[in-house]
């Protein structure tokens, strides 16, 4: 059996290793990495596959930053190409970036079985480009591995019922594997103490590239880092805008976009994490760590539970304070069930993947 493994940006990469790790145990599947270059830093792009031990891609689409239409068009023209040479009888896709949507529309107008990992997330926000990237795949898909029991219901009430697996989450597989290995030294880098600092990450374009809703975090954040410590893993289009939009943030400490090691390291010794990023949201919950997430829905859902994700609209700035203020002077007991699964995902997913029949 050949499976095309397609990655494109970091939250891929993390939930690929998992499923590579399986892969490799296994004689009778062959593994083709496809990387669409849609994470277009190839020296953070390298880092990442080397500390997850992802096999070196086979393929780099090399797609680099466009408008949403471009880059799927862009990728789907060269994943075709691949596919045509290839043969493969599989091709993986993960959760809901543009690449993610370009490989099952290739995969299905190639005729080859699609796999989603990460199916049936929904944030019911039909302005996130990310919704609708994750519902047009689930539509596409042959099999579609779900993370949580609301993944699987929120199927159900699409008439979405034959070949739906409730599997567990990849992303918490690669979390047990990793956390107790990794132990990076960026907290003497930064002159950091544990539990004294605060975990910063705002990517997504309604927060960045909306004036008022970038303004209203960094205001609040900057305004909070005169009591404690803020550090900001920047994405390159949020620091564009906070420079085009002219945003004060002399208090927040800046740092450039982090390996996965570093990131759980700073992850697992702050204090809390604000973050609009899906992928963060669970990670906090991994590491029982209080989150607040800066928009006005979340796609996961199950982190809310006993306020140990807290929603914080970015659009009305009292609010965010108040929020800000009052969780940095507390310390939370983050209680966690085993909503994400046992840490077995990957090996269950690959299992059902060899016994699929159409």
Known sequence: MKIINLVGA???????????????????????????????????????????????????????????????SKIILKLVKIIKYEKPDWIIVYGDTNTTLAGAIAG??????????????????????????RVLTDRLSNVLFCPTIKATNNLKKENIKDNVYLVGDVMFDNFKYYIKKFNS??????????????????HRSQNTEIEKRLSNIIYCVNNLAKSI???????????????????????????NPLSYKKLITLLKNCKFVATDSGGLQKEAFFAKKQCVTLRNETEWPETLEFNNNILCPPDNRKNISLILSKISKKNYNIKTKKTFGNGNSAKKIIKIIEKFKT
């Open 10 to 72: 970091r939250p891929q990469f993390i939930k690929a290793a998992p499923i590579s790790r399986e892969i490799k145990k296994n004689k009778r599947i062959k593994e083709i990495i496809v990387h669409s270059g849609q994470h277009y830093n190839k020296e953070l792009s390298k880092n990442f596959f080397l500390e997850l031990n992802i096999p070196t891609p086979k393929y780099n689409l090399n797609v680099g930053s466009h408008d949403h239409p471009t880059q799927i």
């Open 108 to 133: 299905n107008r190639s005729g080859i079985k699609i796999a989603h990992v990460e199916s049936g997330i929904r944030s019911y926000n039909n302005d996130m480009p990310e919704e609708i990237n």
């Open 185 to 202: 030294n960026i907290l003497n880098e930064l002159k950091l103490k544990k539990n004294n600092y605060v975990l910063l990450t705002i």
């Open 229 to 255: 410590k803020i550090i900001f893993p920047v994405h390159p289009r949020t620091l564009k805008y906070i420079k085009y939009f002219k945003i004060k943030s002399d208090k927040i400490i800046f740092v």
